[in-house]
């Protein structure tokens, strides 16, 4: 059966050398695939990437801290041994006052609140690294079907309902409640401090198109704390900027055989007879192989490389209907010196810094993305890697990079008119912690998800490749008909964040993919036989 | 569709309706599809050999219509459709059924080939949500002309000749599925050569406002062939003699099935010849393919079954009582004097040589009977005459 | 002192149902009402003289059936009138219109859009879809997904196999449904914005969340569930006001030998070596029983009528935590005539159906952002409603009742408590919108009784005024309602039991939760069961 079909030299094609797509090459490889990368980039690692923004000034330009990199799948790639080097570990988390009576969180202990609430964020954080470990087991799984299930399948459920039994009890109705319900509700019921709660808060809330009082943010939390069940007490700074991981995935790929080719936009998915059998590249060079794997997100893996005319119509308005509305904004900034934030030691300068003073200040700035506008007082998750990393930006100069909120995808205006007055009110929200950041400013830089959506392909800007909400989530994702990583086109995968379990540079994606191909082929091969 | 005054009326007249209304003896109406529509006209027994023995003429207004334009809706239809829609040529009619993702019937119908990239889909249920939905990826235009077309169907042995005589010259020489136009009181009159009786017969198809001169028309040209209005009940005998499925009737629409497993596919409802799995891709072929190569659920057939009593909503037994199937649709069959059934089989049952029983009850002076009639599985439907599909149409 | 077999907090329609139940299995039960009035939100008060009209509840269709006719409540005097359709005015004089009957349903949603109009169907069928699954659960104890009783894994395993009985994309879009907001879900069928704001009502009606928050597809689930002899998701009014619910369940409770005493406000529930015993009441008297059932919200029962020191802690903790809260208003208007609505054609049916003036979700969603930012909706929603179109009891002839029921509304304010002005600043914010739909409506105004949370709180006693005794989400809905580890109606005292909406599955007058409530009590009694089961529908 083979034989027949494959015509090129490689047996795999992935689409999109972003990190999952790397992963995914890099464990088929391993398994003695022969996987060729396409990458419409001039370099591999999709949104882990490293640009110049400024001459001399360098900046992760998508993500830019790593909360989720699995442990496994860093230590069975070997990315240290491929590059992947940290310019700083666990960072702290500072919430920043505009008062400068900051609170540091750090791992299960937070200072700058009181006794009560240091001892309630104890609490709160070793019960979600235990709800963190449950995840775990899920996440680092395919997801299993609950109707025709295969053996794989019912071991998998087993072990999920093993994993919440052995949680206990109490911890087990904790889950079951605070799994739907919403950070707004859950951080008031733990912690007194505004400034606290709306920390917190930030964690639901980051990439998605919700508000703290959004029911499902407490999994959004769940989700960006999956990094606290393998042991990390907060994010670590890529030296080098994120692009160096790229760059690591990509070594490790190609380590294992796999073959990476950048500036090689895929356009079309190709068929014979309902199955892929290849792609065709936007230079008209048509590839065969007989497997493809899409690191595309769903929407552009459906609707533009493979399209709507291959699809069942059903499965077609899932696609329509999957939802990928991003609301970040990037914001780069190059500066003269370190900027100075009011009472803040500047020894936390380089710490992950949020701006959001209470969760209600949050929910206002979403208010504004519901009907398509931007928020008029941003919330941010600010870093100074240069702090950490001497390598972003000339001596004694900075870079800053922020996730600003919310940004909606479509605004109304249109981000051609808004772009300009966002980034001014962003600006300004910095100048109000850090008075005189402005004087500072040698260049900045606003990435709307528009911008986004440029740079890396992912549709509208979203950076979990599709909202994070449990109907998108979990068993569901990316949509019936497409989850566990295979489609309902013959022949073709998928290995991104728009997969179980979603995005945030896990790479688990990517792995779970090549064992679903890998299980797949060989379920395949014995229906053959 | 633009706003407009907001009309309270519970059901809608078609565009025929003062002619129906005049001619409707018993007064016995039904409510289709928003319309006032005749049960029976005067007796069903007399309608139904209207169809059979000279022309009958059923006012199907209330179908379905919708046009499909656009570079893109021949391959917009073929990708909704189970059957080839490339191969029903400019000026041809073919029949179809469209299905769910899961290979479900979402309901059968007749697309019509009116010109290159113009295209009309009659049906029996209102699928515009699915056809929206399967346009995505298309450039293709779906305008709803269910109210804007009044239509006739025209139907029996003399109806070639009456068409004829209404001045529809060479009329006897449209094909089946053929579909040709007519100057009609300064319109267009569409006629095709098609139907729901199994008979020689047509349909004709005219703008609205033009209802009442073609009915005058029509059966002014048809009064010494013997023309006769009929009514839903004696088509329903005709297209039961004729072995046609009905959506309601033997099928659930997929969508609106609510229940787990009610609907059917097309090769469950015996429809196998329709599916062209060579075609590319089409909604609901993977599914189709798999339960090719797994097995259907449900077998649909024609049964003859003994005696005169129809079998509606009788189970199906085997010889030791146990239910095998039931019957969706049945009729005694005046011109083909049988008892016929349409009937969805449990797999593997309502193979030729199966033993099986219909459990019949009725009720002769308040005593209630319960019949077990022996059936068996026609091929065919009992009623195909020749004339049917010659061409040129027989004159009576 | 007498010492009765059970004692049953609150004569609301729950606490009615499950005493009626106790009662009816040879019980000897007694009612305690704080109220001079029994009923709790199921009632039918005179207000305003000549009068007399539902001043909570308003309109029935959860109430279930299989208790309607077990407790012969129609001979009790209860009659439900059906009533059907609904319309939603817009600011440009068109409207939206729903009717029962299906092509004239299609028509009017044609009139649109087209596309719309058949979407319907599907929409339908999917809720129905929905709606099947968890109907079978109305009258059934839930499971407990963290105990190892026979019972609970043999219960989980029938929740499962129904799931599975769905198909696999069955029981996906099943998790979807649960887990969407109404407004991403509508979107996923209709493009029309009236049309959506239209049927959106029903996933926001007594919920602190707005249109596009996940979970509130199932609040529209929560009304789309019940049914009037027969036809699922219908509605009516009982004749004579929802008190005839309550005075049927009281007759019903009497017939089988069950007492109720009002002004009886229970301070306590008496526990003795970890047992209830009894209740207090705020006045001292005193009360002994074997088995004390609360048919208040579990904030009231565990919070206030209990020692903290006689709880466990994790209950304390729970109900602190348990979301209950005001999110509706109401106004209740004596009319000197029927008002005018010159969108809709005269003699339109669309006057006795539920009448809205939202006309997208965006309308909706902002009116969340109002109650967020603690004040009432400056548009809001409302449901509307005249029943003295239908129900000659409630007024002189000639004169009308009307009851708007308004989404938001908020139980605190955030510029502080309510008071009588911001009370009737509120009822102006109403009057103002619905005169803008009917110009001689403020011509025929009589007198209006303006219900925010905090006159449902003080009066009725549901905390926050929260009309389901709790919201309505998932993480209190089924096994978790009202708390984790306590949906079985047992309370954390022996001999304690819970029986009103904040437990499985949850309010709207559906008298379910007393049933259920009765039939644990009556197993845990070693007594038969009288507690009908649910209606097969298959």
């Known amino acids: 059966m083979t034989d027949a079909l494959n015509k090129g030299s490689y047996d795999t094609i992935i689409i999109g050398a972003g990190h999952n797509g790397l992963v995914c090459a890099a464990y088929l490889a391993k398994a003695g695939r022969k996987v060729l990368v396409l990458e419409a980039a001039s370099q591999p690692g999709g949104a882990a990437a490293t640009r110049e923004f400024h001459p001399g000034f360098r900046i992760s330009s998508g993500a830019h801290l790593l909360t989720q990199l699995n442990p496994g799948i860093a230590r069975e790639l070997g990315l240290a041994s491929h590059g992947l080097a940290y310019a700083a570990r666990d960072l702290k988390t500072v919430a920043l006052a505009e008062d400068g009576a900051h609170l540091v969180i750090d791992g299960a202990s937070v200072s700058g609140v009181s006794a009560s609430d240091a001892a309630a964020y104890g609490r709160f954080h070793t019960q979600n690294k235990r709800f963190g470990k449950v995840l775990d087991g899920f996440f680092s799984r395919r997801q299993p079907t609950l109707v025709d299930r295969s053996w794989d399948d019912a071991f998998s459920l087993l072990k999920l309902g093993w994993s919440l039994r052995r949680l206990g009890k109490d911890d087990m109705q904790d889950l079951m409640r605070v799994g739907l319900i919403n950070i707004y509700d859950v951080a008031n019921e733990h912690f007194d401090s505004e400034l606290l709660k709306a920390a917190v808060a930030m964690d639901g809330v980051l990439g998605s198109h919700m508000g703290p009082r959004s029911p499902n943010t407490v999994y959004g939390y769940l989700h960006r704390h999956i990094g606290d069940a393998w042991g990390n007490t907060g994010p670590a700074l890529v030296r080098g900027g994120m692009g160096a991981l790229g760059q690591a995935f990509a070594a490790a790929a190609r380590g294992f055989g796999a073959e990476i080719r950048c500036d090689s936009k895929v356009a079309l998915v190709e068929m014979q007879g309902c199955r892929a059998t290849g792609v065709t590249l936007e230079s008209g060079e048509t590839l065969l192989a007989d497997t493809i794997i899409s690191n595309a997100d769903p929407k552009t893996t459906f609707e533009k490389l493979v399209g709507h005319p291959s699809l069942d119509a059903g499965f077609s308005r899932r696609v329509h209907n999957f939802r990928s509305r991003g609301v970040s904004a990037k914001l780069h900034l190059a500066l003269d010196a370190l900027p100075e934030f009011t009472g803040l030691d500047g020894a936390l300068a380089g710490e992950r810094l949020l701006l959001a003073p209470t969760m209600d200040h949050i929910e206002r700035a979403f208010n504004h993305a519901k009907y398509g506008e931007y928020s008029q007082a941003p919330v941010m998750e600010v870093s100074i890697p240069t702090v950490h990393d001497d390598s972003l930006a000339p001596a004694g100069k900075h870079v800053l990079s922020a996730i600003v909120q919310f940004a909606p995808y479509a605004l109304g205006q249109g981000w051609d008119t808004g772009k300009q007055a966002f980034k001014q009110l962003a600006l300004d929200q910095l100048e109000q ?79 779970n993919a090549a064992e679903a191909v890998i299980k797949h082929q060989s379920n395949g091969k014995e229906r053959a036989a | 569709m633009s706003l407009r005054p907001h009309d309270e009326r519970m059901v809608m007249p078609t565009p025929f309706a003062p002619r129906v209304a005049a001619l409707c003896q018993t007064n016995d109406w039904y409510t289709w599809a928003g319309y006032t529509t005749p049960n029976t006209f005067e007796e069903v027994g007399l309608e139904y050999f209207a169809m059979r023995n000279a022309t009958g003429v059923f006012d199907l207004s209330p179908m379905t219509k919708y046009r499909i334009t656009g570079p893109d809706s021949e391959a917009f239809l073929n990708r909704v459709m189970v059957r080839d829609v ?210 259907s659920r449900y077998r649909f057939v024609i049964l003859d079954i003994e005696g005169n009593k129809p079998a509606n909503h009788s189970f199906i037994l085997d010889k030791h009582g146990r239910t095998i199937g039931h019957v969706t649709s049945a009729a005694w069959c005046p011109t083909a004097k049988s008892n016929i059934a349409l009937a969805s089989m449990n797999m593997p049952w309502g193979r030729d040589d199966d033993e099986m029983y219909a459990e019949i009850y009725y009720n002769r002076e308040l005593a209630w009977t319960r019949l077990l009639s022996r059936c068996r599985v026609r091929r065919d439907p009992v009623f195909d005459p020749p004339r049917r599909r010659a061409t040129p149409a027989q004159n009576l | 002192m007498k010492k009765y077999d059970a004692i049953v907090i609150g004569a609301g329609h729950n606490g009615l149902c499950n005493a009626a139940y106790l009662a009816k299995a040879g019980l000897d039960v007694l009612v305690l009402e704080r109220n001079p009035y029994i009923g709790g939100a199921t009632v039918s008060r005179e207000l305003h003289t000549g009068w007399k009209y539902s001043n909570c509840s308003y309109v029935c269709s959860l109430l279930r059936p299989e208790i309607t006719r077990d407790l012969e409540l129609p001979r009790h005097g209860l009659q439900v009138i059906p009533y059907e359709g609904g319309v939603s005015f817009t600011r440009g004089g068109d409207y939206f219109g729903n009717y029962g009957d299906h092509e004239r349903q299609y028509r009017e949603m044609a009139r649109h859009s087209v596309r719309d109009a058949n979407a319907y169907d599907r929409f339908s069928a999917n809720v129905m879809r929905q709606t099947r699954l968890i109907r079978k659960y109305l009258m059934t104890t839930p499971p407990d997904p963290t105990s190892f009783k026979p019972r609970d894994i043999k219960g989980l395993l029938e929740l499962a196999e129904s799931f599975t009985d769905m198909g696999n994309e069955g029981l996906l879009d099943t998790l979807r449904f649960w887990t969407m907001s109404i407004g991403d879900y509508l979107d996923e069928y209709f493009e029309t914005d009236l049309i959506k704001a239209h049927m959106a009502g029903s996933g926001i009606i007594g919920t602190a969340l707005g249109v596009y928050s996940p979970g509130t597809a199932y609040v529209l689930l929560h009304h789309y569930m019940g049914d009037v002899d027969g036809s699922v998701g219908a509605w009516g009014f009982a004749r004579g006001g929802m008190g005839a619910v309550a005075d049927a369940l009281a007759s019903s409770l009497k017939s089988f030998g069950g007492e109720i005493v009002c002004d009886a406000d229970v301070h306590r529930v008496i526990v003795k070596g970890g047992r209830a015993v009894g209740v207090a009441l705020a006045d001292g008297t005193e009360y002994q029983a074997d088995t004390v059932v609360s048919n208040l919200d579990p904030k009231r029962t565990f919070l206030e009528c209990f020692d903290a020191s006689d709880l466990p802690a994790d209950v304390v903790h729970r109900a602190k935590n348990f979301k209950i809260r005001g999110s509706s208003g109401k106004l209740n208007i004596a009319l000197d005539g029927l008002p005018t609505f010159p969108a809709l054609p005269k003699s339109s049916k669309l006057m006795v159906s539920d009448m809205h003036a939202s006309e997208s979700l965006f309308e909706l969603e902002r009116a969340y952002d109002d109650w967020k930012a603690g004040t009432w909706s400056q548009d809001p929603y409302f449901d509307m409603l005249i029943p003295t179109q239908v129900d000659p009891t409630m007024a002189a002839p000639g004169k009308h009742m009307m009851t708007v029921f308004v989404q938001y509304c908020p139980s605190t304010l955030a510029d502080g408590p309510w008071t009588p002005e911001k009370r009737d600043a509120f009822g102006k914010t109403v009057l103002d919108k619905l005169a803008r739909y009917s110009p001689d409506f403020k011509d025929l105004v009589l007198d209006v009784e303006i219900r925010t949370p905090n006159e449902i709180d003080n009066e009725v006693g549901l905390t926050e005024g929260n009309i389901f005794q709790g919201e309505l989400t998932f993480d209190q809905l089924l096994f978790n309602r009202p708390f984790p580890g306590y949906a079985q109606y047992r309370g954390p005292v022996q001999g304690m039991y819970m029986c009103g909406s904040g437990t499985h599955p949850g309010g709207g007058v559906m008298a379910a939760p007393g049933a259920n409530a009765a039939r644990e009590i009556l197993m845990d009694l070693k007594k038969p069961n009288v507690v009908p089961e649910g209606y097969l529908d298959d």
């Open chain 2, 86 to 295: 490339r191969k029903i040529k400019p000026g041809r009619v073919g029949y179809t059924v469209w299905c769910t993702d899961e290979g479900m019937v979402h309901d059968d119908g007749t697309i019509f080939h009116l010109a290159d990239g113009d295209y009309r889909l009659c049906a029996q249920e209102r699928c515009m949500d699915w056809l929206h939905w399967s346009t995505l990826g298309f450039d293709v235009d779906i305008a709803d002309e269910t109210a804007d077309i009044a239509a006739l169907a025209v139907q029996g042995p003399t109806s070639c000749a009456t068409l004829r005589n209404m001045g529809l010259s060479g009329i006897e020489n449209l094909k089946p599925f053929g579909i040709a136009t007519f100057p009609f009181n300064g319109a267009e009159l569409l006629v095709s050569r098609t139907g729901y009786t199994g008979d020689l017969g047509y349909e004709l198809w005219i703008d609205a406002g033009q209802a009442l001169p073609l009915w005058d028309a029509l059966f002014a040209a048809g009064r010494e062939l013997l023309i006769r209005p009929v009514g839903s009940e004696a088509l329903g005998i005709a297209r039961i003699e004729a072995g046609f499925i009905m959506a309601g009737e033997d099928f659930v629409p997929a969508e609106q099935v609510v229940r787990h497993g009610r609907a059917r596919s097309p090769f469950e409802l015996g429809l196998d010849w329709l599916v062209d799995f060579h075609k590319g891709p089409f909604t609901g072929r993977n599914a189709l393919l798999k339960e090719q190569r797994e097995g």
């Open chain 1, 433 to 511: 912690y850090a008075p005189g950041i402005g004087q500072q400013l040698l260049a900045s830089e606003l990435s709307t998800p528009v911008d986004l959506e440029r740079e890396f392909g992912m549709t509208g800007g979203h950076w979990h490749h599709g909202e994070i909400a449990l109907d998108q989530a979990l068993l569901m994702r990316p949509m019936p008909g497409a989850h566990q990583y295979s489609t309902p086109i013959p022949g073709l995968f998928l290995c991104g964040a728009g997969s179980h379990p979603g995005g945030g540079i896990m790479g688990l994606a990517g792995r």
